[in-house]
């Protein structure tokens, strides 16, 4: 069974940093691109970021470009987003989402999210 | 980047009813749209991807269709547990990019 659990959330101050990652288990982590989703209290889905298999491709929104980088690392099953120079716009809970055949795909794996919450 | 447009924002219909929730895309998209099911404290489900596959495990009484821009997504025959929001997502180029959501009550 394909389990996804994020770590990493809590409250910070604005222009703080924290770094979320998200463990996978029940599939070949490496043959699965990944997905970073959010969702703001009472808002809708957002996408943040998306990672390739390998990790050599990387794509962004334009609201976390220069300030959140995606990554992950193959042989611990993990997907990591560091978040520099949060804003209280980036309050949400974050989403690692597996994508089942590219980069740019749908998300067929959700898993329960962990809460951001920038405020002073 | 892709807008995506969902209609009705919420809508309220009884258990047996047959329910429609359209999406339409800022620009031409293909079949690269899926839709996923978001009930209160629990994680987005897939229920349909590229236009018009269920996913595996999603009843049968939820069907997608369209392409280009304008997509569609019906429940037929209204059931309570599918209470919940549901969102289109395109994923033919990045950005991805989601609709705002339909919230689904029973009347």
């Known amino acids: 069974e394909v389990h996804l659990v994020e770590s990493g959330g809590g409250l910070v101050k604005p222009g703080e940093s924290l770094r979320l990652s998200c463990v996978a288990s029940?599939?070949?982590?490496?043959?699965?691109?990944m997905t970073w989703v959010r969702q703001a209290p009472g808002k809708g889905l957002e996408w943040v970021s998306s990672?390739?298999?390998?990790?050599?491709?990387?794509y962004s929104a334009d609201s976390v470009q220069g300030r959140f980088t995606i990554s992950r690392d193959n042989t611990k099953n993990s997907l990591y987003l560091q978040m520099n120079s949060l804003r209280a716009e980036d309050t949400a809970v974050y989403h690692c989402v597996r994508a089942p055949q590219g980069v740019i795909d749908r998300g067929d794996y959700w898993g329960q999210g962990t809460l951001v919450t920038v405020s002073s | 980047d892709i807008q995506m447009t969902q209609s009705p924002s919420s809508l309220s219909a009884s258990v047996g009813d047959r329910v429609t929730i359209t999406c339409r895309a800022s620009?031409?998209?293909?079949?690269?749209l899926a839709w996923y099911q978001k009930e209160p404290g629990e994680v987005p489900k897939l229920l349909i991807y590229?236009?018009?596959t269920l996913q595996s495990g999603v009843p049968s009484r939820f069907s997608g269709s369209g392409s280009g821009t304008d997509f569609t997504l019906t429940v037929y025959s209204l059931q309570p547990e599918d209470v919940a929001t549901y969102y289109c997502?395109?994923?033919?180029?990045?950005?991805?990019?989601f609709g705002q959501g339909t919230k689904v009550e029973i009347k």
């Open positions: 620009q031409g998209i293909g079949h690269s």
């Open positions: 590229a236009s018009s």
């Open positions: 990672i390739s298999r390998s990790g050599d491709f990387k």
């Open positions: 029940g599939f070949t982590f490496s043959t699965y691109a």
């Open positions: 997502q395109q994923y033919n180029s990045a950005p991805l990019t």
